[in-house]
């Protein structure tokens, strides 16, 4: 059996061939731009995904010169491609941190109650989800939406692109706020809000089943002598926690790419309203019957890039002289020792629990002392304190996961010792890094039937790679210096907001 999983990001794709051992044979990415028209205003063009997305998937099945069986995609959730008669892009799509949505958060409210939609849908409502965004295209570009025939999230398109069908996922679809968590279909309540018919909208079949074969010209353009059947994928936060063996209940991934998130599966008492109140959702998973959290912050490997960009472009320069890894090189400078200073990590928006797309970052405690490693060593620290802050909040909800895989392209061994110090929680790497893949690969297994379950699938793909235990070194000063991290973003709003 030789698969592959195609990973659509926030700014990249990866595609990666496996084997039915968990093994990389090849891999490929290429990326892509987030447009921004407008202050507040961020766009994804789909032709430029789906561009980037055939330049991968030819790449990497190239590299690992064997006939692939199988492809399922995974992609970011909210924003939404809509397509016209012919299948093309309407326009571009309005991304999940864009702020045209906020304003019918209200409305919403107002028409059915905020406390309901999200007892239905499993998600706490906000601006960020696809239906604010739609009722925001039904005010001020109705057209776009007269003439829209079909309506994606990012994964469905690619399947659309492939195969010619229009289909989801229930987590992709719960992404969406129009999806009832209860009956596992479209609602009818929700939908129509936005003036738009269930008709666009796609079947919804589960993650791991087949969507059918791959079209003989996209094969043909894509270099495959074969068609491969192409599965129905998933949300890219769940294709994480698959590929991380998140298979009972409490266990859990922290994936870090651009953005962090701590994916972990509820068990059945988990207080889900609580949960809600603190902005976390309850999201199908992939398991039938079972749901995931998401603890997040929009900020993640992007702090790392955003200083190495601003601060250290000499850096950059002496390790591709070198032929090193600038990260690699950036890590191996940190400081020993606990920074003084304290950062918020908000560079955009914040996550849960605030959700609040106005918060900023903010660095606390500058003398003229202040060094640059002091620096760094508090934006990895701040980091990690807004992720401990999340799991602290899981645990209120009856959430306790006891260690965390830790996975994705942010994810740097040389700072996981800090992690797993201030988190107060054993991690552990994975022998693919990129689980989001792995958890692809597995469900092409199943949907191929070298498994019966994603169980069987885990025990054969899935490897653990190395522990990091927490350490007392330095645990009294976390302790105080988180305290003192969960007040920033109080003061800091009432600073700049008033």
Known sequence: MIVMGLDVGTSSCKAAVMDGN????????????????????FEMNP???????????????QRSERSIDALAAASFGEAAVLLDKIGEPRRDSIFFTDIRGNEFVSELDDRLGVSAVTQWTGMPVNGMYTLPKLLWLARHSPEVLDKTAVMLPFGGYVNYMLTGRAVTDPSLASRTLMFNRHTMTWDDRLFKLAGISGDILPDVIPAGQAVGEMLPDVAAELGFKNRPLVVSGCHDQVAAAIGAGVMTANSAVDGVGSAECITVMLPSDADTARLHRHNICAEPYAIEGTYVSLAFNNTGGSASRWYLDTFKEGLKEHSMVKGIN????????????PSPLLFLPYLSGSGTPHMDANAVGALLGLTVNTTGADIYRALVEGLCFEMRYNLDLLRQSGVDPPELAVSGGGVAEALLHIKAGILKIPLYTLSNPQSGNTGLAMLCAVALREFGSLGQASEAMVRRKRIFEPKRQNSGLYDEHYEQYKRMYQCTKAVLHG
């Open 47 to 61: 032709h430029a995904v789906w561009d980037a997305c055939k330049q991968a998937i030819t790449a990497a099945a």
């Open 326 to 337: 600038a990260f690699d090189a950036l890590n191996a400078q940190i400081s020993e020792n």
């Open 22 to 41: 968990g093994a990389v044979l090849s891999q490929s990415f290429r990326e892509y731009q987030l447009l921004s028209p407008r202050p507040g205003w």
